[in-house]
Each structure stands twice: as structure tokens, then as C-alpha cells.
């Protein structure tokens, strides 16, 4: 590696600023960091406890990111509804169906002391799924374009089919008022509980969590000033509140789930006298289902019993057989310990469920065809590649940047046999990447109808076979969606880099495919080349060592503290990368670890707009050529110039595609872009990449996060260096931070009869 000559030794570590979801954790960055509302460009949000005055108008409608969740989980309920029906499950209550609504069934006779049908508590059926029918919405043509936005952009979510009451929001501001909370979250908070919002927050003013930002001791106070003396840290509400709000806060972590072990003892931190009942009060009211992986990988039970001895864990009819000797004669001292209680959210169960079971259907419905004619005229590389596509209904395919060539050549040699085949990327960035001729869509572009083919009269994608570029960016319920829409008898690919951070949502869906071995898994031999592949490559293995680069393809640049990060980081983009490289500003991508901190985001971002767009801030702190960041919806980010604002909102050119920002979303939704966080930039490149590690971004480090951010700079890649030794210790003792999920073991016990292809 070269070394920056103007260069100093030694390191001072700054404060690191704390995001607006985790106040007691620095603001580094992470799966939930990038999400509208999570955190706002000025590092403030509106909580019950104090923040920002925002717009009124934010009070009169949903916003386009909630509308599109709202939307999606309703495509989904529709689907698992028909599932049901179809299936004939056995009622449960009336806010839940089919195997979540058997599972809280179960529980609720185990605690009742009711004698509980086995049979709910049975392992999953191994046969093949039966096809669940998409909603007729999903069959309906997309929705037009709100005014201003193009065609090319209109895979972003579309704006709220419906609008809160203004009575319903103005019931909820006085609500508010009464309770000390800033009546500007009335918006939010009709949003999220409905038109009885205000009904709904008096009789239980913990339902404030349901908002993003407020915090438990904010919602304690607003509880405390509605009824005074009448609650308490033991009341029920709060607990069944906290409880929701726990997993809520673990999804921005990535986890669709978590061990009920961990929920109470949360719960004890803050100052719930008996998480145990806590946590069995929000089960019996279904704010959250339980899970327990079985022997045989089933779910459900064992609750009962694991929460008398505290463990967590049990037998799978709460203790009925505890003592029964198996019927093998197997030694349960022998057996290993339980599997450990698992609590989650409705929302997740059934991504997860409905994702399992779609891909089980792909699995044992694939075709068998024969493509050898194809292979035999394509890369060898590729040709492996086409042969096990050609017989399989799902097969994963992992690669660098490089690699992404075999997965396109096997989409083009499919069409050329008559195979309606799409590739599909995670950002616009990633599509214009490839050739032309791949047609490539992206996925939000493919669900909503805007990119690439139609559905049918069934509402199910108009193809044969789906290439799924950057796979490790799908979160779960991203994934539900694309498999849901799958007709029979079709293929999917899921190809990228398993080096690299996992998605900004829940779940961790490539990775605990490639863990299940349920169907083949090719690994390319095509490396990334040059300089910067191999310092990657070495990266991915768990090794940081120096690699020759005798065109400065790889430069370090050793800073003593913040300050110095900054500005030189200036210098990097401004002057040295386009003086070596011929790069312009516009194509160097700056990547930090968090927004917050002495050389987060946003300093950066305030520094190089000083540099490179000087302006008064006269739109919302932005000015015509700002280079922006616009987060759509959750885990999107699509990268623009400012053009211009009036009454409408914030006008943006992304990429060519003119965008319009209402004026009440700009503030959660939009960024300068001149600075990125790696979750942010994962799934795009650029043609130079500076990699930002002042001292306070050791603790945000990761050998993922290393792999994401080194390997976004096609051409030249300069780190602005003040970590010292713990870049070197992320690579090699920090391989990633788990994420509790369910879909490998669903998935296992759906196929677990089948061969494992290898």
C-alpha cells in the first residue's frame, strides 16, 4: 500500500454522537440506522421527552414509507388468509391465523391448565406447500405516479392511499397536550395507532412507543401525567408496551426474533418487578407470539415450563412430558439442552413462515430441464452455473463484483432458449452498473410494477426465471414478497457476496439459506481483480495485509485525530483523487461508520458541501447541486442532485429521474450524499471510495463492515486511517454480529425429508 506523505502518528478519540433509536449506543452504522425517522439529519427527533418542532402538515397524511409497509403487510395477511382457508386451522382468537394462531392456542391451554392438541405441536408437514393466491391487489396495475415523479423512479413507495382525519389527528394532539408531549407527534401517532388513536392512548398511553423515537422513560412520564397515581412500572400495559417495543428495537438490529431469556431481563433494566408474568401477559394478549424449535424442528410450546424454572425453555406441552422416558430409550442427559423459547413479532412470524414456505415449494416443484446445449456455449464459469438452474427451482450463487458477469450470462442464455428471464439488482446504482443488454430492474421496481415485466391474472410475475443480484440485501420480508409473487414451476437465483453487511431490515435471509444447504450453492472463481480485490480478498478471510499497488490503487492515510479526518478527507475528494485519477468529485464516493461523531456524516457532509457546493442552505439546509441521499423507504438509497424547491417540496434529479419530496418528509428522508454509511452503500459502487475511520469508529467495526466499505471503489480506494490497531482486530476477531432469525430451521424442517443437494 502507499502511504500519504503529509502524515502524522498517534491517534485522540472523539465523543461519538448517539442516534435517535439508541440514545445509550454510539451512532455507528447499523441495519436500522438508515431508515426514515431513525435518524434525523440534525440528530434530533420528536419524543414525548422534547425535540424539534416539525411541520404541521406531517399531521394530515401517512408518510410514502409507512403507506408502502402498511400496503405490504396487508399483501401479505391477504395471502396468509387464503393459506388458512385453505388449510382449515384451528381458531386461535381473532387477531391471528393459521400456524401462528395454533402456537398461541397452545400456550394459552398449557397456562389455563386445558389439555392441548398435540397435533398443533406436531413438526411442519414436509410435503410441498400448497400456492398461496397474492391479494387481486397485487393483480392491479401500480398506482400512477404522484406529479412530478417520473416513470423511472416510481419503484419508489407510493404516497398514502388514505389520509388520518383531521378530527382523529386534532383528538390526538389534545391527548398529547394533557399529557406533556409535543403535540407536533399527532401525526405520527394517528398514523401509527389509527383513527382511535386518542381513545387508544388513554386507556393505555404506553401505546407512545408504537412511535418511532419515543423512548420508555418518555412514555412513563406521559403515563404518569394521563393517570397518575393509578400506574405504576408493574402495570400490565406497560409491560405488554415494552415488551412489543424490545422487538421492535431488536429489528432495527436485524433480528426477527428474540430469546425470551434476553426479553426479561430487558425488561428487568427497566424496572418491570415481574418480567416473567410481563412477558406471559403480552403473549396471552398476542402483542407477541413464542417459539420454540422442537427435535424434530417444530414450533411452539414449551413455554410454561421454561418460564417456572426461569430458563426460558421447556417441554413442548409446557411439561405434560417431562418425565416420560423416550421411546427409543435415548439418554436425555444425552439429548443436549432445549432449544431456547423464542419471542417475536407477528409481522416477522409470517415473513419468515410465508418465505419458508415458498421456498420449500420452489425446492420440490423445480423443473428438470435440460440446458446443455446453453452451457456448452457459454463461460465455463457460467455454463456450471446455467446446468444447475436448469434442473433446480432455487439455487444460490456467491461472488465478488466480478461474478456478478455469470449470473447475467446465465438470465441472457435463458432467453435465448425462450425463458422469460429478469435480473433483478438492490439499487439503481447496482442496475446501471450492468450491461444494457441484461435489461435489469430493481427489486422495489419489479414489486411494485414499474421495472421490468407485469403480473399476471393471478397477480403472479409474467417470467420463468428470477435473477436476484446483492441477495444479502434482502431482508425477510423484501424476500416474502418476491417469492409470494413467484409462479409455479418458475426459478430463482439468489447471487452476491456473503462478505458483505447483511440487509438494513430484519432477517439475514442469503445467509441462512446458504446455511440450510437445502438446494445447490455455487461459489465463483472469477476474484475481483487488481490491488483492491486482493486486499478484499484477503479481507473476507479474515486477514488484513498490505498489497502492492504501484498505481496508488490503495492509499492510507494516517490521521492523528477527527479534525484531521475531515479535512483531509476534503483534500482526498476535492484534489488528490481527481488530480491522479481524472475522477471528478461527483464519482468518489466518502464512507464513514455512522451520522453522528466528530466525523460521522453529517460533519463530513457539512465539510465537503463548504468545499464543493458553498450556499446558504435557503431549501431545507439545501441549495440547487447539492449532492443528496434519499432514503425512500427503509433500506433504500437512491443517490441525486438537489434541482430546485417550491410549494410541492424538494426537487431532486436521481439519476436523470426527476423526483419531488413533499416538504414534510425532506427532513427524515433526505441527506447530503457526499458521505455515505457503508449500510447505505452496500450494493453500489463507485469509480473512487475514501473510507472514513476516525478514533471514535472502533467500536462500529467489523470484519462485514470492513469487507462492505474496502470493496466499494472500482479504480482507487484511499482510508483515512486514526484506529490504529483496531482495524486489523475487526478483521480478524469481529466476523459479524449475529442476528437471531427462524427461517433456517422453518426451511429445514419443510425439507428436511429431501436429499441436500451440496
Known amino acids: 500500500m502507499s502511504t500519504d506523505r503529509d502524515t502524522a502518528a498517534g491517534a485522540a478519540e472523539t465523543a461519538t454522537e448517539h442516534t435517535a433509536e439508541d440514545a445509550d449506543s454510539p ?3 447499523g441495519p436500522g440506522a438508515d431508515s426514515p425517522g431513525a435518524d434525523a439529519p440534525d440528530g434530533e427527533d420528536e419524543t414525548a421527552g422534547g425535540g424539534t418542532a416539525a411541520a404541521e402538515t406531517a399531521a394530515a397524511e401517512v408518510s410514502e414509507a409507512a403507506a408502502e409497509l402498511a400496503a405490504q403487510r396487508e399483501l401479505r395477511e391477504r395471502i396468509e388468509q387464503r393459506k388458512a382457508e385453505k388449510a382449515g386451522p384451528i381458531a386461535a382468537g381473532t387477531k391471528l391465523s393459521g400456524r401462528a394462531a395454533d402456537l398461541l392456542a397452545a400456550v394459552r391451554a398449557v397456562e389455563s391448565g386445558a389439555p392441548v392438541d398435540r397435533s398443533l405441536l406436531a413438526p411442519r408437514a414436509s410435503a410441498a406447500p400448497e400456492r398461496a393466491q397474492p391479494s387481486p391487489r397485487a393483480a392491479e396495475p401500480a398506482s400512477a405516479a404522484p406529479s412530478g415523479l417520473s416513470s423511472g423512479l416510481s419503484s419508489a413507495p407510493a404516497p398514502a392511499s388514505r389520509a388520518v382525519p383531521a378530527e382523529a389527528v386534532s383528538a390526538v394532539r389534545a391527548v398529547l397536550a394533557l399529557g406533556g408531549a409535543p403535540e407536533a407527534l399527532a401525526g405520527q401517532v394517528a398514523a401509527a395507532l389509527g383513527e382511535q388513536a386518542a381513545e387508544v392512548l388513554r386507556e393505555d398511553p404506553w401505546q407512545l412507543l408504537a412511535v418511532a423515537g419515543v423512548r420508555p422513560e418518555q412514555a412513563d412520564g406521559f403515563a404518569r401525567a394521563l393517570l397518575g397515581a393509578a400506574c405504576g412500572p408493574g402495570d400490565e400495559r406497560r409491560a405488554a408496551a415494552l415488551v412489543g417495543w424490545l422487538l421492535e428495537r431488536a429489528a432495527l438490529q436485524g433480528h426477527t426474533a428474540l430469546e ?6 430487558a425488561l428487568a433494566e427497566h424496572a418491570v418487578p415481574d418480567p416473567h408474568e410481563a412477558v406471559r401477559h403480552a403473549i396471552a394478549e398476542g402483542a ?48 443436549g439442552p432445549p432449544a431456547p423459547v423464542l419471542l417475536g413479532l407477528d409481522r416477522y412470524a409470517l415473513a419468515e413462515e410465508s418465505l419458508a414456505d415458498g421456498l420449500a415449494r420452489l425446492v420440490k416443484n423445480g423443473p428438470e430441464d435440460s440446458w446443455d446445449e446453453a452451457a456448452a456455449g457459454a463461460p465455463r464459469a457460467a455454463a456450471e452455473l446455467i446446468r444447475a438452474v436448469a434442473g433446480h427451482g432455487l439455487v444460490l450463487h456467491t461472488g465478488g463484483e466480478a461474478a456478478r458477469a455469470e449470473p447475467v450470462a446465465l438470465a441472457g442464455a435463458a432467453r435465448a432458449l425462450g425463458v422469460r428471464a429478469v435480473v433483478a439488482t438492490h439499487s439503481e446504482n447496482g442496475r446501471d452498473r450492468l450491461d444494457a443488454t441484461a435489461g435489469a430492474v430493481t427489486v422495489a421496481g419489479l414489486l411494485a410494477g414499474t421495472e421490468g415485466v407485469g403480473r399476471d391474472a393471478d397477480g403472479m410475475f409474467a417470467l420463468d426465471l428470477l435473477v436476484v443480484l446483492d441477495a444479502p440485501q434482502l431482508d425477510v420480508e423484501t424476500a416474502a414478497m418476491i417469492v409470494e409473487s413467484l409462479p409455479d414451476g418458475s426459478r430463482l437465483v439468489l447471487s452476491g457476496d456473503p462478505g458483505v453487511l447483511w440487509s438494513a431490515g430484519a432477517g439475514r435471509v442469503f445467509a441462512d439459506l446458504l446455511a440450510a444447504a437445502v438446494c445447490p450453492r455455487l461459489a465463483s472463481r472469477t476474484p475481483d481483480p487488481g490491488p483492491i480485490g486482493e486486499l478484499v480478498s484477503g479481507i473476507g478471510v479474515g486477514e488484513l495485509h498490505q498489497v502492492e499497488a504501484p498505481g496508488k490503487e490503495v492509499v492510507i492515510v494516517p490521521v492523528r485525530d477527527a479534525g484531521e479526518a475531515v479535512h483531509r478527507t476534503v483534500q482526498l475528494v476535492a484534489e488528490s483523487v481527481p488530480r491522479a485519477f481524472g475522477v471528478a468529485a461527483g464519482q468518489t464516493q466518502v464512507i464513514t461508520v455512522g451520522h453522528g461523531g466528530s466525523a460521522g456524516t453529517r460533519a463530513l457532509n457539512t465539510a465537503l458541501k463548504e468545499r464543493l457546493n458553498p450556499g446558504p442552505g435557503r431549501f431545507g439546509g439545501f441549495d440547487p447541486g447539492d449532492r443528496i441521499a434519499y432514503v425512500p ?17 424538494l426537487r431532486l434529479d436521481c439519476e436523470g429521474a426527476e423526483v419531488v419530496v413533499p416538504r414534510d418528509r425532506v427532513e427524515s428522508a433526505v441527506r447530503h450524499g457526499w458521505a455515505l454509511t457503508a449500510h447505505q452503500a452496500a450494493g453500489m459502487r463507485w469509480p473512487a471510495a475514501v ?21 466499494r471503489g472500482d479504480r482507487h480506494l484511499s482510508v483515512v486511517h486514526g484506529v ?11 466476523p459479524s454480529q449475529e442476528r437471531t432469525t427462524r427461517l433456517r430451521p422453518l426451511i429445514e424442517s419443510l425439507l428436511a425429508p429431501a436429499a441436500q443437494p451440496g
Open 691 to 711: 473510507v472514513v475511520l476516525p478514533g471514535d469508529a472502533a467500536r462500529g467495526l467489523s470484519r462485514p463492515w470492513v469487507y462492505t466499505a474496502f470493496s
Open 724 to 734: 490504529d490497531q483496531a482495524l486489523p482486530r475487526a478483521v480478524t476477531d469481529v
Open 633 to 649: 423507504s427503509p433500506g433504500r438509497t437512491l443517490q441525486g442532485a438537489v434541482v430546485s424547491a417550491d410549494a410541492e417540496g
Open 260 to 265: 425470551a431469556t434476553s426479553v426479561r431481563d
Open 288 to 335: 407477541v407470539l413464542v417459539f420454540q424449535e422442537g427435535a424434530e424442528g417444530s414450533f411452539g410450546g414449551g413455554f410454561e415450563d421454561g418460564f417456572e424454572d426461569g430458563s426460558g425453555v421447556g417441554a413442548e406441552d409446557g411439561g405434560a412430558v417431562a418425565e416420560e422416558e423416550p421411546a427409543d430409550g435415548t439418554d436425555t442427559a444425552e439429548a
Open 27 to 29: 451512532s455507528t452504522d
